[in-house]
């Protein structure tokens, strides 16, 4: 095949994970490719990794943000670990074939109908699959590549492309890497294409897209309406009341044919109808939660890349990426598309999330490597691939894209993971609380069902009514006992939470915070403890240098400084550097222009400098001050030796350039450390003076420069010194060098002794609100802590002008090096104080949120860099900055703020406490109808003659329908106030049903009950109802139940002992439709319902009644929050320890009893499932996964009964358990795909863990 050299070594390649299957026939095209045209360039020149123009680098050319020239670094060799891909380092390779041979079940990815592009997306996916040299050699390198896919390495796509004329052969291409000359030789243009920006043509990359397709996984469908029906019905106490209705209707239609009569029927449909309705409800709220859901993953998977195209840097949606793209790689990129190192320095990527490797990996350029497989110097430590799904930890440069979507490594591998998140931790609770009440109402069911059974049983020998009206009635003991279990499980309460979660990330997301983690929004809300940074959240963002300082004394400012140093009177900025002498400006110039990662750019269409704020405002006083003129230009001229890119460890960044003949080493950082390792000082800097002087730095001149960076500090201003070191050769003798690199020089090593140039401050205003938010959170009850890169003084100062530190308080200030040396005890001994911590690293915010969280505390995070990630992730809410944040920071983060601002962490704290309200405002609504149903079903029912409760079963559907799926509704919508704010955060320890809770349960239960009671026991008497008057005592009974539900619901809209019920309620639109749709849908029952719910219609005066026997609710719940919550605690505490001692000694009983029952059902149901497991599963799972499934549904059936310390109640036996809330097992959304993707496939074969009970 072409392109094969057979003069070059064999190096055998592992070929244990290739295929045997024949390779496909190579595409045979006829007609090249044409590319950008190339001009010459000056091979002296070299390119700054982050400048968008050029400088040489030992004679390579790299890449520019620009994308006109590039670079072969001469530090892109091995990664720094062994353990590759590779599993012999001295290796043949592959012939063509099969280097390109196609992977079972893949071979559909190999032929393409018409493909204009000499390879398949099948071909190109043998490069990662896995990493493979081979398959790099036999697609040709990146000339192959380049030639092949149609593109350029140097101005990548054109904008302009749409339809490819004609094709190019797999030979074209391949042969191509021969025919090219040397990497370093070949012509580049030496400026950037300048391309207009365009709008996106409907039909670009026409042909590409059909090829290769864009960067999008296919999405995972919604469930249709019928599959959201047919879950919401897939229940079996619906399934067996089901049966039972259809039963009862087949005998009332009989009843009916013999009778002569048209009534016996009604209940039947009634009821089938009422299930009918209760599952298209519940079926429409998950539809609508669940595309809620989907607008959310949606807009938290978008985000912008930067790209090549046309030979200009641009922005693109991760999306729109395609094969042929040029990417560039900058420190904390997620990567997001597989592909070919093009050029680049010192780029390594953490690869752990895509292969499980956890070494960082150096990256090779492509072409280095195929220059060293032609002349056999390769080994298989050269990686010149970038995996979809790493992330870049450091260096700079771009890469060509060859797999996007399904067709990248990462993105098969998250298509097998693709799944529902997990359960949030209250769901898990609430799960737990719905089986637990579940029991209790089951029991309560099976119990009347044999009490009504025995009662039934033993009228029958004197019952000499027809068999079918002796069954009618049997089936309706059956019929009332299943409905009670349908209202006494409270699967409303998961849905609960779900709706509240939708509706607050959905309105969190207008308010500019994006949720990626639904376990966040409700974790944020007791949030007890916030660690910040300063820069971008606390404060602006927008930096200006207003004062600074040459050598020792020679000060300037601008007329918005605070400077007021006594020694000497400020200059202007303007007098100052007008008498620079030329030589020193030049230095300051180049001190501020080539030892920066900034670069020029446009926003909005007016020109500026793009990158760090604190290098634009520097570059910006370069340019306004020190005679810059084009950014671009000013590096071009000079050739640079090494970059020392910035280090949060020691707060500075450094250039090596090729200076008169010597070499100029170039540091500028924090000012005090910078002040540290200066020997020399700058002096007679006036150009009247001549030629500025270098002298040793006396302890005089030392104690003026650090005097004069506190006084900056203490004005808040951040301090960057500014150091240079000259050498007469590089590597300086003696120095360390690199390991991986000669030529570099281990920067710590020279790190000393080096000459001071001066000290600027920069002004960083806080943000407007920030004091505001930082107050209220200290008022909630949320302690604000800062962390931050700034010296200690300047730190000190920006938290007492936000308020996190008041002079009057004994607040902590502390530095990050001598925190990380305390130990455990010491640090918690500090904590409760500590409010600043100065010139911290990551690291140090990593120590601080352990010892916090150790502490109990609830911990929320913000950070914006790489290395926050560990302490993001650490976090139980880790806040990211949508602006200035990395990807691999959002990534670990679980809330984005999409404005950087500090004041969108109090929205989420707002939204989070509304959630947990909402759930607890729900809780205590749905509990307090179980317990007055459940008991006024089986009271009245035992009490009855004919063994019929005074709530019929379609009565009790529509009460299940209102407190289950519309109360959930109402009550998971009231968006948050400022009073919110008012109280401290719960405890992680505090019950899910707190006391007060449990009073107005308890309270508005006996009252229900004591009216309902009286109504219906005493009713009779009181209205002096004759007895065919029954019915309408029954529908007085049902419509005051009702009502009292309604007004209750209102009564619930406040959690605390405050009387105003109604506040807010104005803003509630979805409490207001739904209490109409209750209050509308009762008075059509009461009116139209007859036979259907066995009621009649009510006059006047029975309307009276009802509705003046419900509404003392809202009067009674005033004189329930009046009632003293010790009291109740004493009496409630009392009760529920009585009711401890009687239950447990019969649930161990009843355990005994059923328990050998409960198992030979539990083993022909895992029986019955692992059957059929294995005959509707493509892979079944191995035995040790059954066997790990199995044990685990023998360990939750075999749970001693404890007592639940979320709700103080002793948990129910198996046996007494309901249908369960299921949990689903599906693999965190932060865990290692690659680790759980093997387990993740069987997990999908399994059925979901149930949870049987509290433990």
Same mark, same amino acid.
């Given at each position: ?728 050769? $590089? ?226 559907? $529509? ?297």
């Amino acid at each position: 095949m072409a392109g094969q050299n057979p003069s070059a070594p064999k190096i055998t390649l592992d070929t244990s994970n290739l295929s045997e299957h024949n390779t496909t026939s190579s595409h045979r095209r006829g007609l090249s490719m044409s590319t950008p045209p190339q001009t010459a360039v000056d091979e002296s020149s070299y390119l700054s990794p982050t400048s968008p123009s050029k400088h040489t680098f030992d004679g390579s050319t790299l890449n520019s943000h620009d994308g006109a020239t590039r670079l072969r670094s001469n530090s892109g060799i091995s990664a720094t670990s062994s353990a590759t891909a590779y599993s012999k380092s001295s290796l043949d390779y592959e012939s063509p074939d099969d280097a390109l041979r196609p992977d079972k079940g893949n071979e559909k990815d190999f032929v393409v109908q018409n493909n204009p592009f000499a390879f398949s997306p099948g071909q190109l996916n043998k490069l990662l699959n896995p990493k493979s040299l081979s398959a790099y050699k036999a697609l040709g390198g990146l000339k192959g590549l380049e030639k092949g896919l149609r593109t350029s390495l140097t101005a990548g796509l054109s904008v302009d492309e749409n339809r490819l004329d004609g094709s190019i052969s797999f030979e074209e291409a391949t042969a191509a890497a021969d025919n090219s000359k040397a990497f370093a030789d070949i012509p580049l243009s030496s400026e950037p294409a300048k391309s207009e920006q365009r709008e996106a043509k409907s039909n670009q990359f026409d042909d590409r897209l059909r090829v290769f397709k864009d960067n999008r996984l296919p999405e995972r469908k919604p469930d249709g309406i019928l599959t959201l029906i047919w879950r919401a019905y897939n229940d079996k106490i619906l399934i067996l009341l089901t049966i039972a209705a259809v039963v009862s209707l087949a005998l009332g239609i009989y009843e009916t044919v013999d009778a002569g009569t048209g009534v016996e029927w009604v209940e039947g449909v009634a009821i089938c109808v009422a299930i009918t309705i209760v599952v298209t409800v519940g079926a429409a709220n998950d539809w609508q939660k669940e595309r809620q859901f989907v607008k959310l993953s949606k807009r938290k998977d978008d985000r912008e890349v930067k790209v090549i195209r046309s030979g200009k840097s641009v922005q693109i949606s991760v999306h729109d990426i395609t094969v042929g793209d040029v990417l560039h790689l900058e420190p904390g990129d997620a990567i997001p598309a597989d592909g070919v190192f093009i050029s680049g320095h010192g780029v390594k990527c953490d690869e752990s999330s895509a292969t499980g490797e956890s070494d960082m990996m150096k990256k090779t350029p492509g072409e280095e490597v195929w220059q060293r497989i032609q002349d056999g110097t390769a080994t298989a430590k050269l990686d010149p691939f970038i995996i979809s799904g790493a992330k870049v930890l450091e260096g700079v440069g771009t890469y060509l894209v060859t797999s996007v979507g399904t067709n990248s490594s990462y993105g098969k591998i998250l298509m097998s993971l693709q799944a529902n998140n997990d359960p949030t931790p209250l769901q898990v609770k609430l799960g737990k609380l719905a089986n637990w009440i579940g029991g209790l109402g089951s029991s309560a069911a099976v119990l009347l069902f044999f009490v009504l059974l025995i009662k039934f049983l033993t009228n029958l020998s004197s019952d000499d009514r027809p068999g079918a009206v002796k069954a009618q009635e049997f089936l309706d003991i059956l019929i009332v006992a299943i409905t009670v279990i349908v209202v006494a499980v409270p699967e409303g309460l998961p849905l609960a939470v779900t709706l509240a979660l939708a509706f607050a990330t959905t309105r969190m997301l207008k308010e500019n915070n994006l949720v990626r983690v639904l376990r966040a929004c409700e974790t944020m809300g007791n949030a007890t403890t916030i660690c910040s940074d300063k820069t971008g959240t606390l404060t602006q963002n927008k930096m200006t240098v207003v004062a600074g300082t040459l050598g020792s004394d020679q000060q300037f400012a601008s007329t918005a400084s605070n400077s007021n140093n006594e020694k000497s009177s400020p200059a202007s900025f303007a007098n100052m550097f007008s008498k620079l002498g030329a030589e020193l400006k030049e230095l300051l110039r180049l001190s501020i222009t080539l030892n920066s990662t900034a670069f020029e750019g446009e926003e909005k269409g007016v020109p500026t400098f793009i990158g760090s704020k604190t290098e634009v405002a520097m570059l910006t006083l370069a340019k306004e001050q020190l005679g810059l003129e084009h950014l671009a230009t000013e590096r071009s001229n000079y050739k640079i030796k090494q970059l020392i890119p910035f280090d949060s460890g020691r707060k500075c960044m450094g250039i090596v350039i090729k200076h008169n003949g010597g070499y100029r080493l170039l540091v500028k950082g924090a000012a005090e450390i910078m002040a540290s390792k200066a020997a020399h000082t700058v002096s007679s800097i006036y150009a009247q003076d001549g030629p500025y002087q270098v002298v040793d730095m006396t302890a005089e001149e030392k104690e003026a420069i650090a005097a004069t960076i506190d006084d900056y500090a203490q004005h808040s201003l951040r301090t960057i010194g500014m150091l240079y070191k000259d050498f007469p050769q $590089w590597p300086p003798a003696g120095a360390k060098t690199l390991e991986e690199d000669p030529k570099s020089v281990v920067f710590d090593d020279i790190f000393h002794d080096l000459t001071w140039l001066g000290v600027v401050g920069i002004h960083d205003p806080l943000r407007e609100g920030v004091v505001e938010a930082v107050a209220q959170c200290q008022h909630s009850g949320v302690v604000v802590r800062m962390v931050t890169g700034d010296n200690l003084t300047t730190a000190r100062s920006i938290a007492i002008d936000c308020g996190i530190l008041h002079p009057d308080e004994a607040g902590i200030v502390m530095e990050g090096p001598k925190f990380r040396q305390l130990s455990d005890e010491e640090m918690d001994a500090i904590l409760p104080k500590l409010r600043v911590l100065a010139r911290s690293s990551p690291e140090d915010k990593r120590i601080l949120v352990s010892r916090l969280k150790h502490l109990g505390e609830t911990v929320a995070v913000t950070g914006d860099g790489t290395n926050d990630g560990p302490a993001l992730k650490m976090a139980d809410v880790g806040f990211s900055m949508g602006i200035a944040g990395t990807e691999v920071a959002k990534e670990a983060s679980s809330i984005i703020l999409l404005d950087d601002n500090f004041s969108s962490t109090i929205t989420a704290l707002m939204w989070g406490r509304a959630v947990n309200d909402a759930v607890k405002k729900f809780l205590q609504f749905q509990i307090t109808v179980n317990i007055t149903a459940v008991i006024l079903t089986f009271v009245s029912a035992v009490a009855s003659d004919s063994n019929h409760s005074v709530l019929t079963a379609v009565q009790l559907l $529509w009460v299940n329908l209102i407190m289950d799926t519309l109360a959930a509704l109402a009550l998971a919508t009231d968006a948050p106030t400022k009073k919110i704010l008012d109280r401290p955060p719960q405890p992680k320890s505090q019950p899910l049903i707190t006391i007060n809770m449990w009073k107005m349960i308890t309270g508005q239960a006996v009252y229900q009950l004591v009216v309902t009671f009286v109504l219906y026991f005493a009713g009779m008497s009181i209205f002096s109802y004759e007895m065919h008057q029954r019915i309408e005592l029954n529908t007085i009974v049902f419509n005051s139940f009702v009502w009292m539900q309604i007004f209750n619901e209102f009564n619930n809209r406040r959690l605390d002992n405050k009387f105003n019920i109604f506040e807010g309620i104005h803003r509630n639109f979805w409490f207001i439709g739904i209490n109409c749709i209750m209050v509308g849908g009762q008075i059509m029952i009461i009116f139209v319902g007859g036979q259907a719910f066995s009621i009649t219609r009510l006059n006047g005066v029975q309307w009276a009644i009802s509705l003046l026997t419900a509404l003392p609710c809202l009067l009674w719940g005033v004189l329930v929050r009046c009632f003293p919550d010790a009291w109740f605690a004493v009496v409630f505490n009392g009760a529920v320890g009585a009711m401890t001692v009687v239950l447990r000694p019969i649930s161990k009983v009843l355990h005994i009893i059923f328990h050998p029952v409960a198992q030979v059902f539990r083993a022909i149901s895992r029986f019955t499932k692992r059957t059929v497991r294995k005959m509707t599963s493509k892979k079944p799972s191995s035995e040790g996964a059954e066997q790990s499934v199995d044990d685990e549904e023998y360990l939750t059936e075999n749970k001693a009964t404890t007592v639940d310390q979320e709700t103080g109640m002793p948990s129910m036996p198996t046996f007494m358990s309901t249908e369960p809330v299921k949990v689903s097992p599906n693999v965190d959304d932060k865990v290692n795909p690659i680790v759980n993707a093997n387990h993740a496939r069987h997990v999908s074969d399994v059925p979901s863990l149930s949870v049987t009970g509290p433990s």
